[in-house]
């Protein structure tokens, strides 16, 4: 039995596409370098 669970486990489909928290870690790591940034007169 759970040797046909790993089965399915491995050969199902993908249930989280990181593509697009991918692109929103790194728009936010953006932002942040932005607003971290120091102006010296």
């Given at each position: 039995?759970?040797?046909?669970?790993?089965?399915?486990?491995?050969a199902g489909k993908?249930?989280?596409?990181?593509?697009?928290?991918?692109?929103?870690?790194?728009?936010?790591?953006?932002?942040?370098?932005?607003?971290?940034?120091a102006y010296i007169?």
């Amino acid at each position: 039995l759970l040797m046909e669970i790993d089965d399915k486990w491995i050969a199902g489909k993908k249930y989280l596409d990181m593509s697009e928290y991918l692109q929103w870690q790194e728009e936010q790591k953006q932002i942040n370098d932005q607003s971290n940034i120091a102006y010296i007169r």
